[in-house]
């Protein structure tokens, strides 16, 4: 056990998926995994452990922002031995021609702080992804018809923003999308010399202002899950 999860030490597996609520973790675990059971729900935080095609998997919520994420995934690196991390979440589109449900792969996460902001101080570090993920969930996603975009993504502070300049500075340099947890999860997993990944569908658009329909969301994050897996276990695919 540790502050945050309740899981016994050998309940979390090496691949860890991460969407940021709960409640997706849940239906993820039942939807997609075998054997699965409850691991955690300290403050309401679920996570499951199952298998996927005989591989363990652990899907744990992140809860939404960098400080929450960063809080389970220091816990799941550090002290349940985590060595995949795959986040699985929404996006808004800061490009035209990134459009309501594409999925996005995060290459790199820019930001304007991180909780380890503190740590670098004057150094701009580049938050990236691991290449081998990255390279498995393009293979993955191009498997089931789907052409996903790959590049810089921007990872917020805040959702209410009040800083416009700041998106239109992100826009103009090629940023795809906006989230609020990546740029933290890739700091992480450089520091513990760990393998992390964002794969994000585009929920609503800062441009054009269209959003998905509740209806598409379950579908866009099944898709994901999917990915996720094949990505973190490319034999499968
Ligand atoms: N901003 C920040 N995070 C998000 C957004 C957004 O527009 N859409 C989905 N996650």
Redesign the pocket.
Known sequence: MTIHIGAKPGEIAETVLMPGDPLRAKWAAETFLEDARCVNEVRGMLGFTGTWRGHRVTIHGSGMGMPSLSIYANELIRDYGAQTLIRIG???AMQRHVRVRNLILAMTASSVSTPSTGIFRELNFAPCADWGLLRAAVEAAEARGLSPHVGGIYS?DV?YDERPDLNEMMTRHGILG???EAAELYNLAARHNVRALAVLTV??H?LTHEALPAEDRERSFGDMVEIALAAAFPGEV
Request: proline letters at 0%.
């Open positions: 929404s996006c808004g917020a959702f906006v989230e609020m929920s609503d800062l």
